[in-house]
C-alpha cells in the first residue's frame, strides 16, 4: 500500500535494510495470498508480505531507482482481540507511531477501517486474478485512490525439511524470545540535539554524567543493547541507543531517568526496528574488551 504522496497522512516509518523472510507453509490464513512480492502496475514501486505465524503478517512497500530499494513504509497484520487488524508505518510521519486498521469485510474484498484517521479512512484489498490485487484507499471529503498490483515473480519457496537450521537450540532461542526466524521486536532511539544551549559547564558535565550512568543502569537491567555516538555533520544527530523493549511507550519510560534528555541537552526520536533476537548476547564479550571507563 503506498500512501506516502497525500499531505495529511499520519504515518510513520524509518528505512533499515531489510531481509526477506521464507514463506512459513505449515501455517495458514485468510491472508495467505498476500505471501510474496507485487508491483504497482506502471510504477517501480512494490510490496511485499511474509507470513510469521498464522495470526501473523508482515509486510514492506519499497521503490526501486536504478536497482537500489528505498524502503517506504512498513505494514503488519496480526489477529488480536478477535480480530484483524493491519497497521501501517510510513517514513517521516506521525512520528514513528503505526496507524491501525480494522478488519471490518472479508470475502473476496477485504476492508479496513479507521474513521478516526483523515486519508484514508478506508483500505481496500480486491482479490481478482490469482496474481492481482486492487488497492483503493478512501476517507469522507476526498477522493478514492485506486490502483492494480500484479505478483512479482514466483511465490517465495515454502520452509522444507532441508531447510531447518542443523544448529538449532531451542532453550537458547526461548531465553532470547526469538521468532521461529530467529528475530525480534526491539526500539531504536535516535538522538538528537536538544533545545538547551546553556554554557554552563557544571550542568552539562553533572548532565551528561548522568546520561552514561542512565546507560549502565539500563545495560545491567537488560534493556540497553547497543548505544553509541553517532558523527552528523549537521549536528542533529547526536548518537543511538537500541532498547530491548517492544513498544514505545516502555522506551519512553526508560528514557525518563536520562539527565541529559531530561535537561533538554538531548532530545530524541523512537522506531520499532525488528532485529537479530541474538542482539545482546554480545554484550558479555563487551564486558570484557574495555580498558577505560568513560
Known amino acids: 500500500m503506498f500512501i506516502e504522496k497525500f499531505s495529511g497522512m499520519k504515518f510513520c516509518t524509518f528505512i533499515l535494510t531489510f531481509v526477506f523472510l521464507p514463506f512459513v507453509q505449515a501455517q495458514s490464513s485468510k491472508f495467505d495470498f498476500l505471501v510474496g512480492t507485487w508491483k504497482i502496475d506502471g510504477k517501480e514501486s512494490f510490496e511485499h508480505w511474509d507470513q510469521l505465524s498464522a495470526n501473523t503478517l508482515k509486510g514492506l512497500t519499497y521503490n526501486k531507482t536504478n536497482g537500489a530499494i528505498t524502503v517506504t513504509e512498513y505494514l503488519d497484520l496480526r489477529y488480536e482481540g478477535n480480530h484483524w487488524v493491519y497497521s501501517a508505518t510510513v517514513k517521516g510521519q506521525n512520528q514513528g507511531e503505526p496507524t491501525d486498521f480494522r478488519l471490518i469485510q472479508d470475502d473476496t474484498v477485504f476492508v479496513f477501517e479507521n474513521m478516526k484517521h483523515d486519508f484514508p479512512q478506508q483500505i481496500i484489498y480486491q482479490k481478482r486474478e490469482s496474481d492481482e490485487i486492487n488497492i483503493t484507499l478512501s476517507a469522507s471529503g476526498h477522493k478514492s485512490?485506486?490502483?492494480?498490483?500484479?505478483?512479482?515473480?514466483?511465490?517465495?519457496?515454502p520452509i522444507g525439511s532441508g531447510d531447518s537450521n542443523p544448529h538449532y537450540d531451542a532453550s537458547l532461542a526461548q531465553r532470547l524470545e526469538g521468532d521461529d526466524y530467529g528475530m525480534?521486536?526491539?526500539?531504536?532511539?535516535?538522538?538528537k540535539t536538544g533545545s538547551n544551549k546553556s554554557k554552563d559547564k557544571d550542568l552539562i558535565n553533572k548532565s551528561f554524567r548522568g546520561h552514561l550512568?542512565?546507560?549502565?543502569?539500563?545495560?545491567s537491567q537488560g534493556k540497553m543493547t547497543v548505544a553509541g555516538p553517532l558523527e552528523d555533520k549537521s549536528g542533529i544527530y547526536r548518537g543511538i541507543f537500541i532498547l530491548n523493549v517492544t513498544t514505545l511507550e516502555e522506551a519512553k519510560a526508560l528514557l525518563e531517568g536520562d539527565t541529559a534528555i531530561s535537561a533538554g541537552f538531548l532530545d530524541y526520536?523512537?522506531?520499532?526496528?525488528?532485529?537479530?533476537?541474538?542482539?545482546?548476547?554480545?554484550?558479555?564479550?563487551a564486558d570484557k574488551i574495555w580498558r577505560k571507563k568513560p
Open 145 to 157: 485512490v485506486s490502483y492494480l498490483m500484479r505478483r512479482e515473480g514466483r511465490l517465495p519457496q
Open 184 to 191: 525480534k521486536q526491539f526500539v531504536l532511539v535516535m538522538l
Open 213 to 219: 550512568d542512565n546507560i549502565n543502569l539500563l545495560v
Open 269 to 285: 526520536d523512537l522506531y520499532p526496528w525488528y532485529g537479530s533476537a541474538a542482539l545482546p548476547e554480545y554484550l558479555d564479550a
